[in-house]
Every structure is written in C-alpha cells, then in structure tokens.
C-alpha cells in the first residue's frame, strides 16, 4: 500500500480540479491579507479574484475575524428548528433593510448551491400553496450555473456540471445563452445587442403553457460560465414576460450580491427586481460559510397563509442561520457600509474598465466584458485543446504573483473590492506579460 502520511496530497479528492495535475505540481496557500494571499515560503499573490469571487471585503478583515471570535467563544452552536438566537433575526432584518423592495423575507443556508435548491423548492411550494399546483416546470438558461445541487445542474446550463450525472430534474427547460450574439465583441458595460433572446421565453411558453411553469431562474451576469453580461433590455423584458404569464423570477445573485456590480445587488444596478433572490459567497466575506434567499414578502405571506401544517416550508439545514456565520455576517455588513465598497467598486468602474480593455491587443485575446468590478477575458482556444491556453496562464499567473480564474478559455477576473488603481494596473501589467509568455 502506498503511503499516505500526514503531507501526503492524496487523501484530498479536490473539487472542480484536475487533481493529478494540481499534485504533480501543488501550489499552496497558507496566509491572507487584504489583496493578497501569501504562500507558505511567504510569497505574496495578489487576488485578482476576491478568492471565488467572494471576498470583497479583501481578507482576514480583523472586524470580520475578532466577530467569529467572539461568537465562537460565546455560542458554538444553537439549531434555528424551533429555537434560534438573536444575531440570527438581527442578520436578517439587516438583509431585509439592504434587499431590493419587497423581498424583505430571509432563508438561511449554507452555500449558493443550498441556496438555489431552496429557491427552486419555495417557488414550486408557493405555486401549491396559492392552488397552482400544476406550476412544477423550472426554467433555466444554457450556460447558467447555479452550483452543484441536483436542483442548480438541473436549471443550470454548463455541459459538463451536468452530463455525468443521470436524468436530473424533469421539467426543466432552459432560454438560450446571451453570449456572441453579432456586435457585442469588446463590449463596455451591457452589450448593445441580444435583448430579444429573452424573447425566447414566449416560445418556451408557447410549448409548454404558462400554466405548468413556476419559475424562471438566471444570473443576472452569468459569472462561472466566463462572465456573460445581460444585454440592455433583456432582463427587463425577461421580468415583463414572468409578469404576464405569471411566473416566478428568481435572480441567482451568488457572484453578483454584496458590491460586485457596483450597488448591493445586480437587482439595483438594473433596476429589475426578481421574485427571489439567490444570495452566499460576500454574504459573510467568505469567512464564514453561509448562503441566503431573499424572498416576497407576497410569496411569504401566501405560503403563512396557505400552509396545510403548523411547519410552513418543510426545508431547513442543521446550520441554517449559524452563529458563527450571523456573527461574520453582520460584521461583513458593517465593514461594507463603513469603508462604502459598493460605492468604491462603482467609482472605480470606469478605470477597471479601461484598464481591461487595455488588454484588447494582446496576444491570444479574441473578446473582452466587463461591468462593476468583474472582467473577462476571452483567450483564442489552442486548436483541438480547448482550455489548455488558460489553464497555462493561470499556472504563469501565478507564479508572477497574480491569482486569477480559468473557465474554459476564459480569464475571469473580480478582485476584492477595495483593489485600488496601482494594483489594477499589476494586473494588467501581469496578464500581459503571461499572455505574450505562453504559446
Ligand atoms: C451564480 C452562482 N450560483 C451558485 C453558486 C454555488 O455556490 P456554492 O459554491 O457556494 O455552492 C455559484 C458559485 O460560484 C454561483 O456563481
């Protein structure tokens, strides 16, 4: 039997990673702070990638960490089945007063692929619970991803996440992707092209009757998939056609919540507001794991109403609503409002923005988006080999020193939120120099 001692790389099947390469050639991270991560020989990497996408407060803020201190040293742990903890409704009601109009109504979980599974479950309950039980379909989008849940491959739309792994739900649907539509290539901001894709639902309708549909669920900025920005108009028609045939809206707000696109939510900065709202990842800076939905106060009330039992919604999770996570959870909030890094990722747009198109005439870049602080940047696919050019770069990236996120041949970047311009421009001065390095 080979060996596996305490070191040994083995044991740890790693997620989403091609292991027997990562072992071969391990690159390890032992420290943060702030922008930065540091290795174990106590090298600095500057996160270009607000560690996946959900740091944006930057690292190991001490409010952050001394607030999991405490609450770790006062109440471990306490079940939310029955029973709770103030910090519990305190985190809540601050959600409530941040969240868009009307979806002052909190779940907690523990992850965005909890949270979306618990979004899809309170839509079709909430469909039975107002006498439209027949409501069951779920709609989707190609190229949408919404985590790793029976209930997120199924709505989600990336091949890969999906083919592996049985039937998954029936009744699933899905609208068509919003990306390469002709025009959009170098788009600044939304692209000008594609909001009749949304269109699309009409059809979806057409075939299967509004009156079998309970919600459609997408990103507002697709982020996994290689950032896919919504084109002007397409989320507002999407919300208008969900209006007339009465079907739920959810907004996977994972990546998008809590600054990223330059206001709390991409639900503000669009101004279309969903049914439901996916919320995990700067929920809590990461520190602590934790996911949200935000629902309707309307939806809520139905199903307080509606409900057949003294339990309303039969869902929860042993840590729904952790101490640990409330406490990192509130600290989050106030670090974000008292350093206004919502409003900071929104100044600073228009420099990210020109600095990442600075990158237009680099080797090997075929297209560039960007909106709040998030850009990707799309690489020509080595012919035969897709993905192997970004999976280069992110090696050489970060051997000079720079954490960015590889998905297919896309560099997707979303730096915590308190980047300033200096190391915007280390980033742009790295991947160009990586890029121009590899073949
Ligand atoms: C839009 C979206 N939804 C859901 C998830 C899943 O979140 P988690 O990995 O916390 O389960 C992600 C993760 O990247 C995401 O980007």
């Not at 997408?218 to 507002?236: H, M, Q």
């Not at 709202?277 to 800076?285: E, F, S, V």
């Not at 237009?360 to 080595?382: F, K, M, S, T, Y």
Request: charged share 20%; proline share 5%.
């Amino acid at each position: 039997m080979p060996d596996a001692g305490a070191n040994s790389l083995d044991a740890f099947w790693m997620p989403f990673t091609p292991n027997r390469r990562f072992k071969a050639n391990p690159r390890l991270i032992s420290g943060a702070r702030d922008m930065n991560y540091i290795t174990p020989d106590g090298r600095e990497i500057l996160d270009g990638t607000a560690g996946l996408w959900c740091v944006n407060a930057g690292h190991n803020r001490p409010r952050i960490v001394e607030a999991i201190q405490r609450q770790a040293a006062q109440l471990d742990y306490v079940s939310s089945f029955n029973m709770s903890h103030p910090l519990a409704f305190t985190f809540a009601s601050r959600l409530a007063a941040m969240t868009p109009p009307g979806l002052d109504r909190i779940f907690f979980s523990n992850s965005g692929s909890e949270s979306v599974d618990t979004a899809l479950k309170i839509a079709l309950a909430y469909q039975r619970a107002r006498g439209k039980a027949g409501k069951t379909r779920l709609i989707g989008r190609e190229r949408g991803y919404h985590g790793v849940g029976f209930g997120g491959i199924s709505v989600g739309g990336i091949v890969r996440n999906r083919m592996y792994f049985g039937s998954l739900l029936t009744g699933v649907d899905h609208l068509p992707h919003t990306h390469g539509v002709a025009g959009n290539l170098f788009s600044r901001g939304q692209p000008d092209h594609g909001a009749d894709l949304a269109d699309v639902l009409e059809r979806l309708v057409a075939l299967h009757d509004a009156s079998t549909i309970a919600a459609v669920i997408v990103e507002p900025v697709a982020g996994s998939t290689g950032v896919l920005i919504p084109p002007k108009g397409y989320l507002e028609r999407l919300r208008a056609l969900c209006d007339k045939h009465d079907i739920l809206l959810i907004f996977d707000e994972v990546i998008t919540g809590f600054g990223r696109v330059g206001a709390a939510f991409a639900a503000e900065r669009f101004g279309v507001v969903p049914d439901i709202m996916c919320l995990a990842k700067g929920l809590t800076n990461a520190a602590a794991p934790a996911g949200a939905v935000a629902v309707s106060r309307t939806i809520h009330d139905a199903m307080m109403e509606g409900a057949d039992a003294p339990i309303e919604l039969f869902h929860g999770y042993t840590y729904s609503a952790h101490p640990l996570a409330c406490a990192a959870g509130l600290a989050t909030l106030d670090v974000y409002a008292e350093e206004g890094l919502f409003e900071r990722a929104l100044t600073l747009e228009p420099y990210w923005e020109a600095a990442m198109h600075s990158l237009a005439d680099a080797r090997h870049v075929i297209d560039i988006r960007n909106l709040g602080l998030i850009a990707g940047i799309e690489l020509e696919p080595r012919p035969g080999k897709p993905t192997e050019r970004a999976i280069e770069a992110y090696e050489a990236a970060f051997d000079a020193g720079l954490m960015i996120r590889v998905t297919g041949d896309i560099i997707a970047l979303s730096p915590p939120l308190i980047i300033d311009k200096a190391q915007i421009d280390q980033i742009v001065d790295t991947l160009r120099a990586v890029l121009s390095r590899i073949d």
